[in-house]
């Protein structure tokens, strides 16, 4: 099946600084990813969809301005957590949809950033 | 958007089937229900979906009820590694997918 690669898997940095996360489609193309984040025990939230080579779209209550969003390539999206701060600490997940055979979205493994 | 109920947890002995139902008595008729899980600490995994008629693949069998109100996705021999949360989803074509909190089945050796 597709592979969707996120990178790193775990993050700790102190707070203030800024974190980012790639998101990789390694066998297919992808001009929407989506972003999710999860907090302990909870069900994922849909963060933003990142659009190759125009602007993503974020989600009500989401800060763009802090959560910063590059789809600069039809593989590759980012997640930039900009001046982390500890609730932002969380499980942050990519994904991206397949067509063909009823889209298919597939997940990356996941980030866990954690900010101290 | 549809809603969708889960059974908040289940239990299976391992090799046993394991049967998990969802309600989405809503559902419009162009809706698909999709059905993923994650395993603790990963990203969630596609299982399987379907419109109207029953589905089956290497993973899992995905029953429809004929009114389309409810579904069960059905383990047939369930082992340790399928314990996870199970997200059903009923979705539009070309809709996000949002997640409700699942159902999470423990397989019990």
């Known amino acids: 099946g597709a592979v969707v690669s996120q990178h790193p898997s775990r993050v700790i940095c102190k707070s203030g600084t800024s974190v980012k996360i790639e998101c990789r489609s390694l066998?297919?193309?992808?001009?929407?990813m989506f972003w999710y984040r999860q907090f302990p025990k909870k069900s994922l939230m849909l963060m933003a969809t990142s659009n190759e080579g125009s602007k993503a779209t974020y989600e009500q209550g989401v800060e763009k301005d802090k959560f910063l969003i590059n789809h600069a390539s039809l593989t590759l999206s980012t997640l930039t957590v900009t001046s982390a701060h500890p609730e932002d600490s969380s499980f942050y997940i990519c994904s991206a949809p397949i067509e063909g055979g009823g889209e298919k979205l597939f997940f990356g493994s996941g980030t866990q950033l954690s900010v101290l | 958007d549809a809603k969708t109920t889960q059974p908040p947890s289940m239990d299976c002995a391992e090799g046993r089937a394991a049967n998990l139902p969802c309600n989405h008595s809503t559902i419009s008729g162009n809706e698909y229900v999709y059905w993923y899980r994650q395993i603790h600490s990963q990203g969630p995994q596609y299982i399987i979906h379907g419109l109207k008629n029953n589905e089956t693949n290497e993973m899992a069998s995905l029953i429809i009820t004929e009114d389309r109100k409810s579904s069960t996705l059905i383990l047939p021999h369930a082992t340790l590694r399928d314990t996870a949360v199970y997200y059903c989803i009923p979705r539009f074509r070309g809709q996000n997918f949002v997640f409700g909190p699942g159902t999470r089945l423990s397989v019990l050796p």
């Open positions: 066998d297919f193309q992808a001009t929407t």
